[in-house]
């Protein structure tokens, strides 16, 4: 197929993308490097089925003639997104630009140039801080607590509005933090950034109990190549997670380890949260991905060892 990925030079994107190469599909790339970086596609620029676009995906003007001139597109992929949540904590125009705004842009080309299935990259965080409950897909009263979350859930919403209205078939992900090769922010990365400048000591947001699943990126990426071809005319909805959760002191405390740091006095900031907007701890309820035959390959505290491995292989 001819497929689209929006946000393609992001972490996520830039492992999607190799894998649909890999099946042989034509890979049309879409990114403003917001999030995303060059380094993450430079080993994709000479492949004969990759094009890639450096365009704002929240502007219609200048995405509406990719669509026109590429014709075919068949498939797209949606990942482009705002992901640093403290970013947007203290600027929601970033979300509402970046997050919401692109979902729009690429429905109305879908809708313009008849492409019919989509792939949408949503979070845990549209369900809101549930005080521990494991939440499933149907849980009532998704209420979330972050401009992320809320722009995230907002885009479910259009996603439904404009599935139903032009018959198009759309898998939604709902998954956790994802880590692994080319992490390019969020709490491994910070802490290996911190220690590398001061290993003296380790300053900690919150108290240290947050508590959340860590998913590997190719247990997502293989998630996603199994699930994409959605049978109905609709959305298909997963939540996409792991066995076990990571506190952040545990992370901490591994980072430590891997760099050969004993002993390292953590200064913690205090309180439940890391930030405003933080959901401190968090569980999914996997029945529904798992009974359709989908398990990590990873558990969390599995996929944060070998992220840290892989951080520290890179210079910052």
């Known amino acids: 197929m001819k497929v689209l990925v929006a946000g393609g030079a992001g972490f996520i994107g830039s492992h999607l993308m190799d894998c649909l190469l890999k099946e042989g599909h034509q890979v049309i790339c879409i990114d403003n490097f917001f999030i995303g970086t060059k380094k993450n596609i430079e080993h994709l620029q000479n492949h004969d ?52 705004s692109t979902t729009f842009v690429l429905l109305e080309c879908m809708r313009r140039y008849n492409v019919k299935k989509m792939f949408f990259a949503s979070t845990s965080a549209v369900y809101g801080e549930k005080m521990g409950i494991s939440v499933a897909e149907n849980t009532p009263d998704l209420m979330p607590v972050s ?47 911190r220690l590398r400048q001061d290993p003296s000591h380790l300053r900690i947001l919150g108290d240290g109990t947050q508590s959340k699943p860590y998913i590997y990126v190719q247990d997502l990426v293989d ?29 901490a405390d591994i980072i430590c380890e891997k760099m050969g740091l004993s002993k390292i006095p953590y200064d913690y900031t205090g309180g439940r949260g890391g930030w405003k907007g933080d959901v401190p701890k968090f569980q999914y ?16 505290d599995q996929a944060v060892e070998q992220t840290v491995e892989e951080v520290l292989k890179c210079r910052q």
């Open 285 to 300: 309820d996997l029945t529904k991905i798992h009974n359709a035959g989908w398990y990590a390959s990873w558990n969390s």
């Open 147 to 193: 401009y992320y979350g809320g722009c995230k859930l907002g885009s479910e919403a259009l996603i439904s509005s404009y599935a139903y209205m032009n018959d198009m078939k759309v898998l939604i992900f709902r998954f956790p933090n994802v880590i692994g090769p080319r992490l390019t922010h969020g709490v491994i990365f910070d802490f290996v950034k």
């Open 49 to 100: 089925h990759f094009t890639f676009y450096e365009r704002d995906l929240a502007n219609l003007d200048a995405i509406d003639p990719i669509f026109e001139s590429e014709g075919s597109i068949e498939y797209v992929y949606h990942l482009a997104a705002n992901s640093d949540i403290q970013a947007s904590a203290k600027n929601p125009a970033i979300e509402y630009h970046n997050t919401y």
């Open 223 to 251: 998630a996603i190549i199994k699930f994409k071809d959605v049978k109905d005319v609709g959305i298909l909805l997963y939540n996409v997670g792991v066995e076990g959760q990571t506190s952040v002191t545990r992370i």
